[in-house]
């Protein structure tokens, strides 16, 4: 028997991720995500995908997603992507992803897929209702990044289990058709303080664009006066003022992730935090949190404005970014059906 993944992968060092046209993005998505984007693609390939079929799992709304779409494009360069270094671009304009899907879901198993906690909150008390598109979602995922050969994928802690599944099939796939390394193993990239920000209403729940509450969370097109109003609302506790380490935050969720978001924002750690906001109130805290935010968004908030006024923009980066995308999926998608053997003339 061949002695699989052995050998390292020999292929490219590739970067894609990408972001699901559901709603106005928030700052969980910004500290988890597109920060990271932006670091990863000074020195590396990187591809930034609008997901617009994993958004038609979920109440599908023809009359929205073509926008939808376009305003997560331009939040991809708001925050700083670079078209010309990063490719951006839809899901559903490159075949491949679909193609590959259902490649990957006759190596999945069922197993595999029953044990997604992401589908179980999804799909809620009543799973038999839910679309098999939904149940199906993760393979999707693991479609999106193999069809690239994608080596590291920055993503929030809520992805770990995806992106755990996704090493899975790409093992199976390389063991069951004899192809040691075809596929790489994808290296989820998620350590840092952003990697799970919390509703600033309870901070044992994950900030969420499903949150009915708008006070859970900061919206990338919220202005200077909503941040200043929600993280003065933000819910914190009555166990006295910052601690001076990171042990004092246990059993303080709230607080711990307002330090998380501080730390996350100014690019630094939770214990430099602490070291400088330590005894202190949150009187003194919560503001100088507002302006940090307030500095890092504004910027981007405004370009974000502009860029939705352009659509002819938009539309020409997410039109070249296809193009882009497809010349490097399409021999990859050549190998996969040579590999699977099917027949050709
Ligand atoms: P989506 O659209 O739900 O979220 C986009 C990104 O934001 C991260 N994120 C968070 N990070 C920290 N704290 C939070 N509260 C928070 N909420 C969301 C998510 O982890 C994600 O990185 N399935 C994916 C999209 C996707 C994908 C892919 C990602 C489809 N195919 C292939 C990577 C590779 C999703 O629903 O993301």
């Given at each position: 028997m061949t002695d699989h993944q052995?050998?390292?992968?020999?292929g490219p060092e590739r970067v894609f991720s990408g972001v699901q046209p559901t709603g106005a993005l928030h700052l969980g998505n910004y500290l988890g995500a597109l920060k990271k984007f932006v670091a990863l693609q000074e020195d590396h390939e990187c591809l930034y995908c609008v997901v617009d079929l994993h958004a038609?799992?979920?109440?599908?709304d023809p009359a929205t997603l073509a926008q939808q779409t376009r305003e997560i494009a331009a939040a991809y360069l708001a925050c700083g992507l670079d078209p010309e270094k990063s490719i951006v671009f839809?899901?559903?304009?490159?075949?491949a992803h679909t193609e590959l899907t259902w490649y990957l879901n006759c190596v999945s198993r069922m197993g595999w897929m029953e044990r997604m906690t992401q589908f179980k909150d999804k799909a809620g008390?009543?799973?038999?209702?839910?679309s098999v598109g939904l149940f199906d979602y993760p393979v999707l995922m693991a479609a999106d990044i193999l069809?690239?050969?994608?080596?590291h994928v920055p993503v929030g802690d809520d992805q770990k289990q995806h992106l755990e599944l996704t090493r899975d099939i790409a093992d199976k796939f390389n063991r069951d058709f004899d192809t040691?390394?075809?596929?790489p193993l994808p290296e989820p990239l998620i350590k840092g303080p952003g990697a799970r920000i919390m509703s600033l209403k309870d901070g044992t729940k994950k900030m969420s664009?499903?949150?009915?509450?708008?006070?859970?969370r900061i919206n990338l097109i919220d202005d200077a006066d909503a941040i200043v109003k929600k993280f003065k609302k933000a819910k914190t506790d009555?166990?006295?003022?910052?601690?001076?380490?990171?042990?004092?935050?246990?059993?303080r969720p709230e607080v711990d992730n307002l330090v998380g978001i501080y730390a996350a924002l100014a690019g630094t750690d939770k214990q430099a935090v602490l070291t400088e906001y330590?005894?202190?109130g949150f009187g003194t805290f919560k503001p100088a949190l507002a302006d940090l935010a307030v500095a890092h968004l504004s910027p981007i908030t405004t370009r974000m404005r502009n860029y939705l006024d352009d659509r002819g923009e938009i539309d020409r980066v997410l039109k070249d970014g296809a193009a882009r995308a497809d010349t490097i999926a399409r021999p990859i998608m050549d190998d996969v059906r040579k590999i699977i053997g099917f027949w050709r003339s």
């Open positions: 052995t050998q390292p992968y020999a038609i799992t979920v109440n599908p839809a899901q559903s304009s490159v075949p008390k009543d799973a038999q209702r839910a069809a690239y050969k994608a080596t040691p390394n075809f596929f664009k499903s949150d009915p509450s708008d006070l859970s009555v166990l006295g003022d910052m601690p001076e380490t990171e042990a004092g935050l246990k059993d330590g005894g202190k």
